[in-house]
């Protein structure tokens, strides 16, 4: 089995189940509003005096409704939630077989085992990895594929080689991410592209990698 192994730091995304609110909790925020009206109504009438202006603060404060303000937080909190839904954390021999089925394996003369070391060290194997680099761009994926010449990111005069947007190469089936590594390796730097394939892949006995799984 694969040894602990340092990873680059990366921006990950993590999605964590949470309770959905109550049916009635609109139906209670609803009230609550009304009833807030009410004391408003009840509290200094049409007064436009200061004496009537913090009677009304008053009424709002006693009157305020928790589960309103629940319901507020928790679609709040879904917001943020949802677009990181489709985070995608591979194991390594599962990485592995969905390589294997696009054909990876001894593509330009590079082992499978290749691929999969390289995502470990760009990713950790993490599909949905998204890292910002001081120039504004963005490496993007399971490889890490950076924006300045290979995707777009609505990004004006830049070379978009692989012909997608760099959110493709987020998506958890990986077919795009394949596609744009081929091409990648299509250069003459081939898996060189990738500082990380250098240092912690190249030249390096890699069977470990996918040791262990079946294809």
């Known amino acids: 089995m694969v040894s602990a192994l340092r990873r680059a730091p990366l921006i990950r995304v993590h999605s964590s189940p949470v309770s959905s609110p109550s049916v009635s909790g609109p139906q209670r925020l609803v009230s609550c509003l009304s009833s807030q009206s009410s004391a408003l109504s009840q509290s200094g009438g049409g007064s436009t005096s200061a004496a009537g202006i913090e ?13 309103g303000i629940m ?25 592995a077989r969905v390589l ?23 990713s950790g194997f993490n599909a949905a990895a998204l890292d910002y680099e001081a ?22 005069n830049v ?6 947007y760099c959110s493709d190469l987020l998506n958890p089936n990986l077919k795009d991410t394949v596609i744009c590594a081929m091409k990648i390796t ?8 990738w500082e990380a394939w ?10 470990e990698w996918v040791d262990g799984c079946d294809f």
């Not at 009677?55 to 589960?67: E, G, M, N, T």
């Not at 299509?186 to 592209?193: A, H, T």
């Not at 250098?198 to 069977?207: F, Y």
Request: hydrophobic residues 35%; positive net charge.
């Open 55 to 67: 009677a009304r603060s008053r009424a709002l404060r006693r009157r305020w409704c928790p589960a």
């Open 71 to 95: 319901l507020l937080a928790l679609v709040c909190l879904l917001s943020c939630l949802l677009p990181s839904s489709e985070a995608k954390l591979y194991g390594r021999c599962e990485l």
């Open 100 to 122: 294997h089925d696009f054909g990876l394996d001894g593509y330009r003369g590079y082992s499978l085992a290749d691929w999969v070391c390289l995502a470990y060290f760009t």
């Open 135 to 156: 120039d504004g761009s963005t490496n993007n994926g399971i490889f890490q594929i950076n924006s300045r010449r290979w995707c777009s990111n609505l990004t004006p």
């Open 159 to 164: 070379p978009n080689v692989c012909q997608m």
């Open 186 to 193: 299509q250069e003459p730097r081939g898996l060189g592209y």
């Open 198 to 207: 250098r240092h912690h892949c190249q030249g390096k006995d890699l069977t």
